[in-house]
């Protein structure tokens, strides 16, 4: 199974801050990877897929990078709708796993 | 527009078989390319994959829950299933349906909280 390292677990930022964060892959997943946002008692919304396909409808104030084994989301220009837990899940291969999530609180 | 919703029991005991509907709108399952994905998710915890069906009747299971799962589809009515038997407490979470395109979920349900309890 590939194992997806996420981090941090939380952080607090500002409107207008920018954060990132990261996913680990224990083995390279090629980019095959995607992001996605839960809110507090929603179900998960899907961001992007395959480095910055951005969903329609998607804020560009979300971005993506990475390759082989490392990728990161950022979020510029903090908005206070942005208040969630993000989630990576890799796609490369069965079983398909999920980061644990990062809480991304705004102050 | 893509809608899908999750129907369960709510509350079942341990040792019996949960079952799982997934009633879908705004695409085929018969469809190249299209699939269903079940996720779970504890109170408070992480995601958990547990299985997909294709377009094709392809269908891929989450070993970790080894021979406990069965994913099936009606395609004519738009419709998915999850069976997972012998449930424990462990089990206890919320079940989501999603489509899944390339493995990605772009696409999900509102999700069904499922309790298992003696």
């Known amino acids: 199974d590939i194992h997806m390292t996420q981090n941090p677990v939380s952080l607090s930022a500002f409107i207008g801050d920018k954060v990132t964060i990261t996913c680990r892959a224990s083995?390279?997943?090629?980019?095959?990877l995607g992001w996605y946002q839960q809110k507090q008692g929603q179900s998960p919304k899907f961001l992007m897929y395959?480095?910055?396909n951005l969903l329609s409808g998607v804020p560009s104030r979300f971005s993506d990078s990475g390759s082989g084994t490392e990728y990161s989301l950022t979020i510029t220009g903090i908005q206070p709708e942005d208040a969630a837990t993000y989630f990576c899940q890799q796609c490369y291969s069965y079983p398909l796993t999920f980061g644990s999530g990062t809480k991304l609180e705004i102050k | 527009q893509v809608t899908l919703k999750e129907s369960g029991p709510g509350i079942l005991q341990p040792s019996q078989t949960l079952s799982l509907t997934c009633t879908f709108s705004g695409f085929s399952l018969s469809t190249y390319g299209m699939g269903v994905g079940w996720i779970r998710q504890p109170s408070g915890k992480g995601l958990e994959w547990l299985a997909n069906i294709w377009w094709d009747d392809d269908k891929y299971y989450n070993p970790s829950l080894k021979n406990r799962l069965t994913i099936s589809k009606d395609t004519s009515n738009n419709q998915a299933f999850l069976k997972i038997t012998n449930v424990d407490t462990a089990d206890t979470a919320t079940y989501y349906c999603?489509?899944?395109?390339?493995?990605?979920?772009?696409?999900w349900g509102q999700g069904v909280m499922v309790t298992v309890s003696s």
């Open positions: 083995q390279d997943i090629s980019r095959y």
């Open positions: 999603a489509r899944s395109r390339e493995n990605y979920f772009d696409y």
């Open positions: 395959y480095a910055s």
